[in-house]
Structures are given as structure tokens and as C-alpha cells.
């Protein structure tokens, strides 16, 4: 088991940053890949970004590319997510998620075995 809390949510102005926090407790961190996903009212999760156990290979949604940076610390058992140049359309729940094939990216919601509780971003414009 583990368990995921996410932190570091918030109002921002438009072009404004954030970084997320996903701090993970259990089994060991660096057993599993992480992903961030991100929820607007209205419409479906969608992925943001994934990071493998080493960090050594990341993806990102066409949409964040360039603004979003995804990073983890397996010391700390805490994965990241820094959003930079912030827009109203981010505006969404964000979640992390944790999947137990540790060199795999997973785009998709269901590899995912454990999911936090959700920090939400507001963007102003």
C-alpha cells in the first residue's frame, strides 16, 4: 500500500507558478512511477506528466510542455510538479498517482494503482 497526499495547491494570477508537492508513505518510493493527472469541472482527468523511478525518463501533455516541470525525490518520497507561466485553462484539480511498473510511463489513468487526494489550482485572469 501507499498512500499519497498532495500539497502546495492554490490561487495564482495568470503567468504566474506553482509547485506542487506529492509526498508518498508505505512501501518503498522508488518501487513505483509517478504521474501527475489534472481534473476540470466538467470534464474527464487527463494526464499532465510522468516520471520514472530514476527520474530518467519523463513525458509531459502537449499542453504543459515547456511550462511544467515534473521531478522526484526518492530520499524524500516526494514527487513534484513545478508550473511555471500558469494560464486559466490549468485551472483543475491536480492529482497524483503512483504505478507499481517502475520503468513504464503510463498516459493513461488505469496502469495506476494508488491516486492522492487531489490539490486544486486556480488561475485568475
Known amino acids: 500500500q501507499v498512500q499519497l497526499v498532495e500539497s502546495g495547491g492554490g490561487l495564482v494570477q495568470a503567468g504566474g507558478s506553482l509547485r506542487l508537492s506529492c509526498a508518498a508513505s508505505?512501501?518503498?518510493?522508488?518501487?513505483?512511477?509517478m504521474g501527475w493527472f489534472r481534473q476540470a469541472p466538467g470534464k474527464e482527468r487527463e494526464f499532465v506528466a510522468a516520471?520514472?523511478?530514476?527520474?530518467?525518463?519523463?513525458r509531459y501533455a502537449d499542453s504543459v510542455e515547456g511550462r511544467f516541470t515534473v521531478s522526484r525525490d526518492n530520499a524524500k518520497s516526494t514527487v513534484y510538479l513545478q508550473m511555471n507561466s500558469l494560464k486559466p485553462e490549468d485551472t483543475a484539480s491536480y492529482y497524483c498517482a503512483a504505478s507499481s511498473r517502475p520503468d513504464e510511463l503510463a498516459y493513461r489513468e488505469s496502469p495506476y494503482d494508488y491516486w492522492g487526494q487531489g490539490t486544486q489550482v486556480t488561475v485568475s485572469s
Open positions: 508505505g512501501r518503498t518510493f522508488s518501487s513505483y512511477a
Open positions: 516520471i520514472t523511478w530514476s527520474g530518467g525518463t519523463i
